[in-house]
């Protein structure tokens, strides 16, 4: 049983193997859980999840901790983050099945398994055996045999950019093993064993590439591939399924479906590796084009077209959360008579250094500045209401002040914006070109009253 001693720690060395930290909330505590766990090959440490361990749930450096569930799992994942604030170590869920729903809400508060009971011995010995094989490549714990894994994680650190995301798709927990040990030293493992956690994993994880099963019990590989295409979040991501399931007629099915390639296993290693790096090299090139198209080419900030779709995605989820979203546009006073007067290339130069300007304004990551077109800029700042949108606009017209560019044109001895500045609930407005709408009538009011101003506009 999992009943830690007066001094609230109890510790079982097996040996040098992967450190688990058993946490159980459950009443009463598992007994075949505790005793499956410390039959495997790793340390174990079990405390009850409660405030009198807070100290030992805080201080303790585990490789993956096994979180045994009351009926409110999510609750439990929450009292465990308010000790354990750092999130690099993996939690598996292990709580009584509360339906689809309940392990998807897991997976949103950042579990990295949710395990349903009641579950045969076999399925929770193989589940917690393949994070236990993770948890020695990832951190380098000694296995087995007494070989030391790569120490991926340090490399990560290191280059992150080098590490692309793999996720394995597999029923079989001895099928993921093989494949992390092909791929362990090149790759972050992530690693699924139903069709069901591999979509939650692929939503919130985003790889670069999975690595999928056909047959499994709950959800087949084709479903899954249907699901991931018809998402708009993992759509982009490539498939390869890697099956025992020979011949042309399986292998077009699949294709059509939308994956990439077909492996059949028994497999070549070598031939694995290698077509993993070809289509992760093909990915890299297509991303890389898919960012060049989203920047402006005069300015380097976003263009109109990345603007439209963060838009359209920042409107959604404002909608959802019910949080405002604020508009900025910002057009450049009597551009045309600085283009006519000093020339375009004095214009191109001028339009780069107010998007900088821009761009540096104090503004959040979650912020986005775009050049909307010709002389016009835009920023949409998500969670935002009117006042705190009209500072942003301020700060944005004194930056641009503050470089006191000379204005070769007419009557304006230095160069000068208007801003117009727009806030609205999504919930009260059904579309985004409505915050467009007002963000244009309040920049319209601050050039009829004289330009070199910011006006708002709220709903």
């Known amino acids: 049983m999992c009943h830690p001693p007066p001094a609230n720690l109890q510790v079982r060395e097996v040996r040098l193997s992967?450190?688990?930290?058993?946490?159980?909330?459950?009443?009463?505590?598992?007994?075949?859980?505790?005793?499956?766990?410390?039959?495997?090959?790793?340390?174990?440490?079990?405390?009850?999840?409660?405030?009198?361990?807070?100290?030992?749930?805080a201080s303790s450096c585990p490789d993956l901790i096994v979180l045994h569930a009351d009926a409110d799992p999510g609750a439990c994942l929450a009292r465990l983050r308010q000790w354990r604030r750092e999130t690099e170590v993996p939690v598996v869920l292990v709580c009584d099945d509360g339906g689809a729903q309940q392990r998807a809400a897991c997976w949103e508060s950042g579990a990295a398994d949710v395990i349903a009971l009641p579950a045969s011995a076999t399925e929770l010995r193989g589940r917690l055996a393949l994070h236990l094989a993770l948890a020695r490549v990832q951190h380098g714990a000694p296995g087995a045999g007494g070989r030391v894994a790569e120490p991926v994680i340090a490399r990560q650190a290191e280059s992150p950019a080098r590490q692309p995301k793999i996720l394995l798709v597999d029923d079989s927990p001895a099928n993921i093993h093989l494949l992390v040990e092909c791929l362990r030293g090149d790759y972050k493992i992530l690693a699924a064993t139903c069709g069901s956690d591999a979509l939650a994993i692929a939503q919130r994880e985003q790889p670069d590439l999975v690595l999928l099963d056909i047959v499994m019990p709950d959800m087949d590989g084709h479903e899954v591939v249907r699901r991931l295409k018809s998402d708009p979040r993992t759509e982009p991501i490539p498939v390869i399924f890697i099956t025992g399931m020979a011949g042309v007629d399986h292998e077009m099915a699949g294709l059509e479906l939308g994956a990439i390639d077909y492996i059949v296993k028994p497999f070549s290693v070598p031939l694995v590796q290698r077509r993993l790096r070809t289509h992760l090299d093909q990915k890299r090139y297509r991303d890389q084009l898919q960012r060049q198209s989203m920047l402006d080419a005069m300015t380097g900030i976003p263009n109109r077209r990345c603007f439209d779709q963060a838009l359209e995605q920042a409107w959604s989820q404002a909608a959802a959360s019910g949080a405002p979203i604020a508009l900025v546009m910002i057009d450049i006073d009597h551009?045309?008579?600085?283009?006519?007067?000093?020339?375009?290339?004095?214009?191109?130069?001028?339009?780069?250094?107010?998007?900088?300007?821009?761009?540096?304004?104090?503004?959040?990551?979650?912020?986005?500045?775009?050049?909307?077109?010709?002389?016009?800029?835009?920023?949409?700042?998500?969670?935002?209401?009117?006042?705190?949108?009209?500072?942003?606009?301020?700060?944005?017209?004194?930056?641009?002040?503050?470089?006191?560019?000379?204005?070769?044109?007419?009557?304006?001895?230095?160069?000068?914006?208007?801003?117009?500045?727009?806030?609205?609930?999504?919930?009260?407005?059904?579309?985004?070109?409505?915050?467009?709408?007002?963000?244009d009538r309040a920049l319209y009011k601050a050039k009829q009253a004289g330009r070199n101003r910011v006006r708002s506009h709220a709903a």
């Open 335 to 439: 551009f045309k008579a600085y283009n006519d007067h000093g020339g375009h290339p004095a214009g191109d130069a001028c339009l780069r250094r107010v998007a900088s300007a821009l761009s540096m304004a104090g503004l959040r990551s979650a912020d986005l500045v775009a050049r909307y077109g010709g002389e016009e800029f835009a920023c949409i700042l998500p969670d935002t209401d009117i006042e705190q949108a009209c500072i942003v606009a301020a700060r944005m017209h004194a930056a641009v002040s503050a470089m006191q560019i000379p204005h070769p044109g007419p009557g304006q001895p230095h160069l000068s914006l208007s801003l117009g500045v727009a806030c609205l609930y999504p919930g009260r407005a059904e579309r985004a070109e409505a915050l467009l709408d007002a963000a």
């Open 18 to 57: 992967p450190f688990v930290l058993l946490v159980t909330a459950a009443e009463p505590p598992s007994a075949s859980l505790d005793a499956l766990l410390g039959s495997l090959d790793c340390r174990l440490f079990c405390l009850r999840l409660d405030a009198s361990n807070a100290g030992a749930l």
